[in-house]
């Protein structure tokens, strides 16, 4: 029996397998039993009573889900320290969540669900860690999760700083921007800001940025974060 968790994440997965394997619905209505209403109302991460219905999918797709029974909690409990580690960029604590993740998850990592989760993580730590970019590749993996809303808050706004700065410093696509600034734009979070102050400089929009630098270095002041009070010098 799937927890109203499981559901949801479950359900918000079906739409990234539809794009990346590039099927139809008309496919899905011929292999499955199910209909378009209840595949774009569990897409959305609505639920849906019957556990058939998720089943019945995970077949379609041929997705394996095995139950990891605290990753409800250790999610919650993890992101709490992984917000402040990466925040305060604490190479210390990054390096120990990046080898609890691991531990955690490596061996569930072609299982959906968790599949997703090491992959966000992954990228995560690569940039935190090693100082690598995404590819455009990565850059647009990511963008399906997000337009899902996948991942929790948290998660996703780090992923979009990350996707902003490598499609900044690496890739250079003008629509991979504006596809990111219409998601960034949805978010108050201080790391976001930041990354909203360089767009309007980026944008020659030069007052708008200097208002923000301004008051993102009084709050990183006050935060003492040095790291963040850095970047946005």
């Known amino acids: 029996?799937?927890?109203?968790?499981?559901k949801e994440k479950i359900g918000k997965t079906f739409k990234y397998y539809k794009t990346i394997?590039?099927?139809?619905?008309?496919?899905?209505?011929?292999?499955s039993k199910m209909s378009k209403t209840t595949f774009a109302k569990m897409s959305r991460g609505q639920i849906v009573k019957?556990?058939?219905?998720?089943?019945?999918?995970?077949r379609f797709f041929n997705l394996s889900y095995v139950k990891i029974e605290d990753f409800e909690r250790w999610l919650y409990e993890y992101l709490k320290r992984l917000d402040k580690a990466l925040e305060y960029n604490n190479q210390e604590d990054i390096k120990?969540?990046?080898?609890?993740?691991?531990n955690y998850l490596?061996?569930?990592?072609?299982?959906?669900?968790?599949e997703q989760y090491h992959y966000a993580f992954d990228c995560i730590f690569k940039y935190y860690l090693e100082n690598q970019y995404l590819n455009e590749k990565d850059v647009n993996k990511l963008l399906?999760?997000?337009?899902?809303?996948?991942?929790?808050?948290?998660?996703?706004?780090?992923?979009?700083?990350?996707?902003?700065?490598?499609?900044?410093?690496?890739?250079?696509?003008?629509s991979i921007k504006n596809e990111?600034?219409?998601?960034?734009?949805?978010?108050?979070?201080?790391?976001?800001v930041d990354v909203k102050a360089n767009n309007e400089k980026l944008e020659k929009r030069l007052g708008s940025a200097l208002d923000i630098y301004e008051k993102q270095l009084e709050?990183?002041?006050?935060?003492?974060?040095?790291?963040?009070?850095?970047?946005t010098l």
């Open 106 to 114: 490596d061996n569930h990592k072609n299982e959906v669900i968790y």
């Open 219 to 231: 709050y990183w002041n006050e935060s003492n974060n040095d790291y963040r009070k850095i970047r």
């Open 50 to 58: 019957s556990d058939r219905c998720y089943d019945e999918f995970l």
């Open 96 to 102: 120990q969540l990046y080898d609890e993740y691991i």
């Open 21 to 31: 394997k590039n099927i139809k619905w008309d496919e899905i209505k011929e292999k």
């Open 144 to 174: 399906i999760f997000i337009e899902s809303n996948l991942f929790e808050e948290i998660i996703q706004i780090y992923l979009l700083e990350i996707m902003y700065i490598s499609n900044n410093n690496k890739i250079g696509s003008y």
């Open 180 to 192: 990111l600034t219409k998601y960034i734009e949805l978010y108050s979070h201080p790391i976001l």
């Open 1 to 6: 029996m799937y927890s109203n968790f499981e």
